[in-house]
Structures are given as structure tokens and as C-alpha cells.
């Protein structure tokens, strides 16, 4: 078959086109080398909605990251994402630099973000005790958000599929040509697909699929950004998500509580060649350990922290987002150079390049399109009358398979039954927060492996933590063969 | 709401022998809350023997040791739950469980037992830089996928970190074939027993590397190498001393943490020593009427002071249930106070109305000391003075005291553990 479009990269913004494009009437595919939407940079940030203000005004990036922003509350309702406004504060130490937040206020402005203030020292410390006694004035901004990216990536990708587009996963992309009736030919590891349009929405490796079609190159740079990521008794640490003051390699070290409860303290910003180092090294951690001091005080991260992990930002060298038809090459689309705000602007992202391609083909728009998506039902919102009712009609909630969060064995059912469902460890983790707590697993892996095995059928020996090579067990102990 | 006198949060050795003990006392209504889909607890994947020669006098498998206490609660028709998950404790003792066959339900128990045991530091809490790839685990992770699952994780392993756990993981995985490297201690000395380290490290060659800890991890997907670096006094690596070892297995044995997220929610008051409960002599946490024992309170070496430890919590417990779920406490409390060396006591304090005849007195030092002795105060007068040999932060220590040189003792306020150095 030829499909109308064809996206590259089941990222939160490749999704979120999907997402867009299914109220047409198109056959879109998503094409995806992971074995799961959400496997790269969409994972690994600082699950911000940003406000906006951080962004020139005039850019892409201000432009969307706004309207990305506003688009969030009717999103994370239809969609059923974990998102508050808990607002940010942009916290100045140093009395010289207190003109630095004023620029940020008249950008924020300029860039039409809504509700700003700025503060004095006391009535920021009033609002964060927890922020450095150096405090000199702070910048407030109310729309600023937390979010559950894997959430988010997951609701666009499966409201997308449920409303028609086509997913496939562990699909890697070789080779894009274009024939004489200007169909694309993409040749991946899993076959060819014919489209009329691509969308290059692939992350880190954007530039790798636009220079492939076109003499304007672009040229992204994998910045790395390092992460703690703290116990659930430190989610009240601060109630609000806070910055130091920006620099130009980016917007500093924040602590943020997360939408979940954990306490978040990151990103370092550092260029790499690498576009597979997910690595985190010594450097990084000691630099989130420095960073943090200087805007929050007594912050016990080495006391408290329960993982550390590290995200690529796909930063290109015009440090703007690159939306829309490839100026040389028709039919080729690009949502490239997608950093921070990429998440927040996520949604607009959408929104544009849908808009763009719709009309570009004369896509005609769907007579029944739901916008809803339910995510994995949380029992734990439930009263304990309804938890029974629900544990009455499916007893495999009443069994809880991870204790430090306390997820039931429903719930990681539900995960990989659904459409586009869980197919690892990581991927239940994912969908229902299953081992992510204060153990990372050690408990629930033996359980969830079984149960991976006995829905799926697939035997332990190829039961991964993330596809590809990432196998969990190698192979049958001794005498293991009798159990 | 049901009712029960005695509730028990955990059907591991702690839980099991507080239930036989409790019966025992002549509590009727006991029962056992068990996460698990068998009694035991974690002793059901410890299916090496060096179990139960204090209480037995005899070496027991892990299984075995667990058998005889789960007979006695069978024999005694105690009742308990299984697949049941304790989601709340009150501060009025209301605990709230659930279950795929019960539901989510509340209990009121005349008396609580903490006896939830522990869980271990996953490596995301050392902070450790490189990859978080498949092919990481606690050691008791590895060890349930291996005794239990009947699976091997890996061929050749690194351990980092050189508790209990990952010393018999050392030995059981090179006894299924595996090839294991080397054990890396970030400590100066080992935090495991040392007849473990002989029988499970020595008597198979495997290395041990002290003041040592892992600085990266390679892999992407699954693991592939990782690399060791010697640190210093201040426990950070010291460049150029660096090795790298092919691995597609790394175990981690480093430090376990009492679990206890749940006498939290209730408002128990926790040490941050222990990360356990205080409890008094009695076993009794901040809380009336709710006891701990077992790795829930302070982690233990030795499953048999777990057992006699649990055994005093079930009868202190039948006794708060017995006197109207009243506190018996007369005179003034005295306080244990650990010093010079001694990180912590369990009991911290000692209340003599309630004390029976004598009370063990455990604890840990932080460092290792030689030809030392461990040495009791009463307020400023040294009433006990054990000579050891050596004493080391990986075997826990005890003193007795007996009640009646406590209530002798004119004025007694405080009671000071500490070691010293002759």
C-alpha cells in the first residue's frame, strides 16, 4: 500500500503529529526502530511544561512552546495524562543579575505568557522556603507545569492508532528515494514502505534523514543532560519547579517535584558526538550536585537519590525549532531540531505541522474522530468501595505486583492488552509506573517477567528490559528446566 | 471491620516466630498478613545451609529453617493470608490489606507486629555514572531468579559491594557455571560475615577488593563491562587506578534498608540510623500496642537472633493485648545511649516496669576494631567490660542486662554502650 504520510519517530513529537493527522482522512504510519513509542529523548527530560518565557521572542520555539503550553490542560483531559500547574520560579542570587529576570518578565511577555510576576526575596521565600537564603528576587510564573512525558507520548500514540494510524515498531529507516510518480520509497530493516509524504520527526538523528534529501543541511548536536531523580518523600521539597537564572547553553540545573511525587534535580547541558550516549558520567552528576546548591538550599540528593539517568536534546545549531516542508525537496517534512521546549510545544507541534500537511494534500477531515483516550486505569484514585467492585469483576487487581508503588497486577494486564501495549519491563514501567520506585525492581522483575510470559507467550529467555539485546535472564539454571 | 487481637505484617521468619510465640502467650485471635504465595518469606530462595545453629543446633537450609516455624503456626492453626498486601497502618492499629479474594478490607488489632523485613539499596541509589542497562540486579534479585525462577541472569558477573547477600550469590552463581570476576568493597573492610567470606569467596578464588567501587557501566541495551577504581579515605575513586571488566552480569550487594514505608504512613518514629523503628525494651515502637522485629527494626546477620528477637515482640505483644492494651510502664525511663564506636542500640530505651528478667541489647560499630572490648555505663560507672578480639560493622554485637542490677542501681538514667580501646 501507499500510505498519504509517513512519520519518522514514535517520539512525543512524532506522536503528536500521528495524533493531529488522524482527524483527517489519511493512512498515516508511524515508523518507529524502537520496540516502543517513547524510547528516546521524550523519555529522558525534565517532564517540564514550560511557560514560555525562555524563548526569543519571534522564534518557532516561543511561538509553539506558548501554544503548547495553553493546548496542555484540554490534552492531558482528553487523553488522560498526569499534568499539574505548579508554576516555576526563576530564582536570582545575585543582586547584579536581578536585570537578567526583568529581560526574562518582557520576554515572557513579548512572547504572550500569562500571569508572570516578579517577586521580592521575602515573598519568594515565602512561596519555597527551601530556596537559597542568597535569594534576591525571583521570577514567578503560574502556567508553568509538571507533566508525565511517557504519559503524554503514550496517550498522543494511542489515541493516534485508535483513530487509524498504523505503528511498527523495532523499524529502522536505511534510506529515503523518491520515484518518478514522486512516491517515497523507505527502506528499512523491516521491509520497504511507499508514502506521498514523509515527516522527519527523529530526534537526535533528524539531521541524519534531512541531509539524506536535501543540500540545506542542518547539523544537530546530541547535549547530553544528567538527572537525579529522588525518593517520593522529598516530592514536598518544593512545590514549585525551580531555576537558577539561564545561561546561553540553556536553562540550568532545576529541582522540581515531579507530577508523581518524586523530586527531580538536572539537566546538565553537554555536547557529545555520541547520539547513543545515554550515558551518565561522574562529571555530569557532580556538576547537577554543584548546580542545585546554588538556587535551593540543603537539598540531601546523594541521601535520597533512587536513579540516575541522562537525556539527549536534539539541539540544532540555530537553536530553533525547524517545522515545516523542506524548502528544496517537496514532500519532505521536517519537525526537526526539537530540544526543550519540545515537550511543553509538543502538542502546538502537532497542531502546525497537521495543519500544514492537511491542507498541502486537501486531507479532508474525518466525520468521526474521538479525541479521547483513556490511560491505564489507577485503581488508587478509586474509593474503597469502588476498588472492591473493581477487584469483584477482575480479581487481578486486588494483587499488588509492585509494592513501592503499589501497582496491581490489573493494571499491568491492562498495559500490555491495550492497543500498542507494553512488551518489556520498561515498557510496563512506562504505562503504570511498575518498578519505578524506591527498590527499581528488585522485587517485581521475577513477577513481571511471568506475567510478560504467560500473556505474551514469550519465553523468559526473551523477555527484555527494552527490546532489542537487552534480555534479563540468559538461560536455564541447572535442574531449572523442572519447574 | 474484623477484629483481631494480634495482627502480623510479614509471614517471614520474623512474623512467624512472633505469631508461634504470641499463641504461645495465650492469644487466641492472631493474624498473619503475607505479600508473598507462600509462608517464609525471603528464607524460601536462601537454599544454602548455616541456617538455625544457634536455635536448633543443627545446619538448615534457608527452606528448611522457615519449615519448622511455618509447622508450628500450622500446628498452633494460626490464621493467615497469603498474596495479601498491607496497604495502610493507623495510629489506632486499623490496618488496611487487600487481596484478589477479599478485597481491599480493615482490620482493628488489639496489638500490631511490624515484621515486613527489608529490601535492598538498588544501584540507582549510589549514584553510580555509565549505562542503566539489562543485566543489573540486587543480589537477592539474582538469587530469586536463580533458586526460584530456575534462571541464570549471566555467565561472567561482577559484585559490587560485599554483604551477605552477594557472598552467597558469589558462590551459588559460580556453582551454576558462572565465571565471577571480582567483589568489589567501596568499604576498607567487608560488610558481610567472615565465615562468608571464606566459604563463599576464599574457597573458590574469588577476589576481593576492598575500598573499591565500580565508576562505569558500558552497554546499552544489556551490559557488557564495567570498570572498578580503588578509592580513597574519602571513598572517591582515585584516578588512574581504574581496571575494566568484561560482564554481562553485575550483582549488587550494598546495604540493606528496613522497610518501612508503612510504620511511616502510621507515624512511627523512625532512627535514622537503623532506618527502623525506636523501640523500647519491650520492642515497642513510638506507637502503644505496635511492636517490630526482625529486618524491619534493624538488619540482622543471623536469622536465629531474628527469630528469638520476634519471639520477645510476640510476647510483649500478647501481654499489651492481655493487660487491656494498656501501657505498663513504671518509674522513669532510662535511656541507651551509643557511643564511642557503637552506631546505634536496639532497644533505645529501657523502661524497668515493663522489663522481664533480662534484655538483649543489640548493636553495630562503624569501623573494625582489635583487641577492643565493648563496655556498659550506668550513668558514669562502668558495670561491663567484654574483652573481643575484634569486633567489625559486619557482625552485629550484644550485651545483656538484667533487671535486677538495673532496679539496684540508685538514680539510674542512663545506660551508655561504647567501645573501648585498651
Given at each position: ?483 | ?150 534462571y541464570m541472569p549471566g555467565r561472567e558477573v561482577v559484585i559490587l559491594g560485599s554483604g551477605d547477600i552477594g557472598l552467597i550469590m558469589a558462590r551459588r552463581m559460580t556453582l551454576e557455571g558462572a565465571k565471577v570476576k571480582v567483589v568489589a568493597e567501596v568499604m576498607p573492610y567487608s560488610g558481610g560475615l567472615k565465615r562468608n567470606i571464606v566459604q563463599c569467596l576464599d574457597d573458590f578464588g574469588i577476589p576481593l577488593k576492598l575500598s573499591h567501587t565500580v565508576v562505569d557501566v558500558e552497554g546499552k541495551e544489556h551490559i557488557s563491562a564495567v570498570t572498578i577504581a580503588e578509592v580513597g579515605p574519602d571513598r572517591k575513586p582515585i584516578p588512574g587506578t581504574e581496571e575494566r571488566y568484561t560482564c554481562d552480569t553485575l550483582l549488587l550487594s550494598v546495604g540493606l534498608i528496613p522497610e518501612n514505608e508503612l510504620s511511616r504512613g502510621a507515624g512511627v518514629a523512625i532512627s535514622n540510623i537503623t532506618n527502623g523503628p525506636v523501640v523500647n525494651e519491650s520492642l515497642e515502637t513510638s506507637i502503644p500496642g505496635v511492636f517490630a522485629c526482625g529486618n524491619v527494626l534493624h538488619v540482622h546477620d543471623l536469622v536465629d537472633y531474628v527469630s528469638e528477637e520476634a519471639a520477645r515482640a510476640g510476647e510483649n505483644a500478647a501481654k499489651f493485648v492481655s493487660a487491656g492494651c494498656r501501657d505498663m510502664a513504671e518509674g522513669e525511663d532510662i535511656q541507651l545511649i551509643p557511643a564511642d564506636g557503637v552506631r546505634y542500640t536496639v532497644p533505645s530505651v529501657i523502661n524497668p516496669g515493663r522489663m522481664d528478667r533480662m534484655v538483649t541489647v543489640r548493636f553495630r560499630v562503624g569501623a573494625v576494631y582489635k583487641n577492643a572490648a565493648v563496655s556498659v555505663y550506668f550513668n558514669d560507672e562502668r ?40
Amino acid at each position: 500500500m501507499i500510505y498519504d504520510v509517513i512519520i519518522i519517530g514514535a517520539g512525543v513529537t512524532g506522536c503528536a503529529i500521528a495524533r493531529e493527522l488522524s482527524r483527517y482522512q489519511a493512512e498515516v504510519c508511524v515508523l518507529e526502530r524502537d520496540e516502543d513509542v517513547c524510547c528516546g529523548t521524550s523519555k529522558a527530560n525534565s517532564a517540564i511544561v514550560h511557560a514560555g518565557y525562555d524563548c526569543m521572542p519571534g522564534s518557532v520555539m516561543a511561538k509553539m512552546n506558548v501554544r503548547g503550553n495553553e493546548m496542555m490542560d484540554q490534552i492531558a483531559k482528553d487523553l488522560d495524562v498526569p499534568f499539574k500547574r505548579n508554576g516555576s520560579l526563576v530564582v536570582c542570587i545575585d543582586k547584579d543579575s536581578l536585570g537578567g529576570l526583568r529581560e526574562l518578565y518582557d520576554r515572557g511577555i513579548a512572547n504572550g505568557v500569562k500571569g508572570m510576576r516578579l517577586l521580592s526575596r521575602e515573598e519568594a521565600l515565602a512561596m519555597e522556603p527551601n530556596i537559597s537564603d542568597q535569594t534576591e528576587g525571583a521570577l514567578y510564573a503560574p502556567t508553568a507545569g509538571i507533566i508525565c512525558p511517557f504519559r503524554l507520548t503514550i496517550g498522543f500514540a494511542e489515541n493516534a492508532n485508535k483513530n487509524g494510524v498504523d505503528f511498527r515498531f523495532n523499524t529502522d529507516v536505511e534510506e529515503l528515494k523518491k520515484d518518478a510518480e514522486g512516491i517515497w520509497h523507505i527502506r528499512t530493516n523491516n521491509g520497504e514502505y511507499k508514502t506521498r509524504a514523509i515527516v522527519n520527526a527523529a530526534g537526535v538523528y533528524a539531521d541524519t534523514f534531512h541531509n539524506m534529501v536535501s543540500e540545506n543541511k542542518i547539523h544537530i548536536t546530541p547535549r547530553r543532560g544528567d538527572y537525579f531523580i529522588m525518593d517520593k518523600d522529598m516530592g514536598n521539597f518544593v512545590t514549585r519547579t525551580i531555576f537558577p537564572q539561564p545561561t546561553a547553553h540553556g536553562k540550568g540545573i532545576l529541582v522540581a517535584p515531579t507530577v508523581h511525587g518524586n523530586l527531580l534535580a538536572g539537566p546538565t547541558a553537554i555536547d557529545i558526538d555520541d547520539r547513543e550516549s545515554t550515558a551518565t558520567t561522574q562529571q555530569g552528576l557532580d556538576a547537577i550536585l554543584d548546580g542545585a546548591e546554588s538556587h535551593v538550599k540543603n537539598l540531601p540528593i546523594r541521601r535520597k537519590v533512587i536513579r540516575v539517568f541522562a537525556g539527549l536534546r536534539a539541539h540544532e545549531d540555530h537553536h530553533d525549532f525547524i517545522l515545516g516542508e523542506c524548502d528544496d525537496c517537496p514532500d519532505f517534512f521536517d519537525a526537526a531540531g526539537i530540544e526543550s521546549p519540545g515537550l511543553s510545544a509538543s502538542p502546538a507541534i502537532g497542531e502546525y505541522m497537521s495543519g500544514l500537511i492537511s491542507s498541502r494534500y486537501h486531507f479532508a477531515k474525518k466525520d468521526s474522530w474521538d479525541p479521547v483516550s483513556k490511560g491505564v486505569l489507577d485503581p488508587k484514585q478509586l474509593t474503597m468501595e469502588e476498588r472492591n467492585e473493581l477487584i469483584r469483576r477482575n480479581p487481578a487487581y486486588g494483587n499488588i505486583v509492585c509494592r513501592c508503588e503499589s501497582v496491581s497486577e490489573g493494571e499491568i494486564l491492562d498495559a500490555i492488552h491495550r492497543p500498542l501495549g507494553a512488551r518489556s519491563l520498561d515498557g510496563i514501567k512506562r504505562r503504570t509506573r511498575a518498578g519505578m520506585g524506591r527498590c527499581q525492581a528488585g522485587f517485581c522483575t521475577p513477577k513481571q517477567m511471568d506475567i510478560l510470559h504467560r500473556e505474551l507467550g514469550i519465553p523468559y529467555e526473551k523477555i527484555t528490559k527494552m527490546g532489542g539485546e537487552s534480555y534479563i535472564v540468559r538461560e536455564r539454571s541447572k535442574g531449572g528446566e523442572d519447574r | 471491620m474484623m477484629n483481631y487481637d494480634i495482627v502480623i505484617v510479614g509471614g517471614g521468619p520474623a512474623g512467624l516466630a512472633a505469631a508461634a510465640s504470641a499463641r504461645k502467650a495465650g492469644i487466641e485471635k492472631i493474624l498473619i498478613l503475607e505479600r508473598d504465595d507462600r509462608l517464609g518469606g525471603i528464607l524460601n530462595q536462601c537454599i544454602h545451609n548455616g541456617f538455625g545453629l544457634h536455635t536448633f543446633k543443627e545446619e538448615l537450609t534457608g527452606p528448611e529453617y522457615a519449615q519448622r516455624f511455618i509447622d508450628q503456626v500450622l500446628e498452633k492453626k494460626i490464621e493467615y493470608k497469603l498474596h495479601t498486601m498491607v496497604m495502610d497502618i493507623s495510629s489506632d492499629r486499623v490496618v488496611t490489606a487487600m487481596n484478589h479474594t477479599d478485597g481491599m478490607f480493615r482490620i482493628q488489632a488489639g496489638a500490631v507486629i511490624l515484621a515486613m523485613g527489608c529490601r535492598e539499596r538498588p544501584i540507582g541509589a549510589l549514584a553510580t555514572p555509565g549505562y542503566r542497562p539489562a543485566g543489573i540486579f540486587s543480589a537477592g534479585t539474582a538469587q530469586r531468579l536463580v533458586n526460584m525462577e530456575g534462571y541464570m541472569p549471566g555467565r561472567e558477573v561482577v559484585i559490587l559491594g560485599s554483604g551477605d547477600i552477594g557472598l552467597i550469590m558469589a558462590r551459588r552463581m559460580t556453582l551454576e557455571g558462572a565465571k565471577v570476576k571480582v567483589v568489589a568493597e567501596v568499604m576498607p573492610y567487608s560488610g558481610g560475615l567472615k565465615r562468608n567470606i571464606v566459604q563463599c569467596l576464599d574457597d573458590f578464588g574469588i577476589p576481593l577488593k576492598l575500598s573499591h567501587t565500580v565508576v562505569d557501566v558500558e552497554g546499552k541495551e544489556h551490559i557488557s563491562a564495567v570498570t572498578i577504581a580503588e578509592v580513597g579515605p574519602d571513598r572517591k575513586p582515585i584516578p588512574g587506578t581504574e581496571e575494566r571488566y568484561t560482564c554481562d552480569t553485575l550483582l549488587l550487594s550494598v546495604g540493606l534498608i528496613p522497610e518501612n514505608e508503612l510504620s511511616r504512613g502510621a507515624g512511627v518514629a523512625i532512627s535514622n540510623i537503623t532506618n527502623g523503628p525506636v523501640v523500647n525494651e519491650s520492642l515497642e515502637t513510638s506507637i502503644p500496642g505496635v511492636f517490630a522485629c526482625g529486618n524491619v527494626l534493624h538488619v540482622h546477620d543471623l536469622v536465629d537472633y531474628v527469630s528469638e528477637e520476634a519471639a520477645r515482640a510476640g510476647e510483649n505483644a500478647a501481654k499489651f493485648v492481655s493487660a487491656g492494651c494498656r501501657d505498663m510502664a513504671e518509674g522513669e525511663d532510662i535511656q541507651l545511649i551509643p557511643a564511642d564506636g557503637v552506631r546505634y542500640t536496639v532497644p533505645s530505651v529501657i523502661n524497668p516496669g515493663r522489663m522481664d528478667r533480662m534484655v538483649t541489647v543489640r548493636f553495630r560499630v562503624g569501623a573494625v576494631y582489635k583487641n577492643a572490648a565493648v563496655s556498659v555505663y550506668f550513668n558514669d560507672e562502668r558495670v561491663m567490660h567484654n574483652k573481643k578480639r575484634i569486633i567489625s560493622p559486619g557482625e552485629m554485637e550484644q550485651v545483656i542486662l538484667l533487671k535486677d542490677k538495673i532496679t539496684a542501681f540508685k538514680d539510674l538514667k542512663s545506660i551508655t554502650v561504647r567501645i573501648e580501646q585498651d
